[in-house]
């Protein structure tokens, strides 16, 4: 059973930063990544790498935030900088292998303006 824990999320400033992680149980995930649903909108994706690196971010966060992963750690790891008060949401991590898409629990990021 594949198993994802968050952490890292919390209560920050405009303009702040903070570091998100997502420790995976098990092996074999071709993409890792986050995404994120504010209150009344849709989950959107925010970044997401593949096995060997390849990334691909929400325009709303390109150049703000960056997605890196640790195979040997099964972790993925989302900085965010930059903050502003529309990234506001509770953010979600995602691993996908060939068996499935499994979900984290999720872990509120709030900007204070």
């Known amino acids: 059973q594949v198993q994802l824990v968050e952490s890292g999320g919390g209560l920050v400033q405009t303009g702040g930063s903070l570091r998100l992680s997502c420790a995976v149980s098990?092996?074999?995930?071709?993409?890792m990544g986050w995404y994120r649903q504010a209150p009344g909108k849709q989950r959107e994706l925010v970044a997401a790498?593949?096995?060997?690196?390849?990334?691909n971010y929400g325009d709303s966060v390109k150049g703000r935030f960056t997605i890196s992963r640790d195979d040997a750690k099964n972790t993925v790891f989302l900085q965010m900088n930059s903050l502003k008060p529309e990234d506001t949401a509770v953010y979600y991590c995602?691993?996908?292998?060939?068996?499935?898409?499994?979900w984290g629990q999720g872990t509120q990021v709030t900007v204070s303006s």
């Open positions: 790498i593949t096995a060997v690196g390849t990334t």
């Open positions: 098990g092996s074999g995930f071709y993409m």
């Open positions: 995602n691993v996908k292998r060939i068996a499935g898409s499994y």
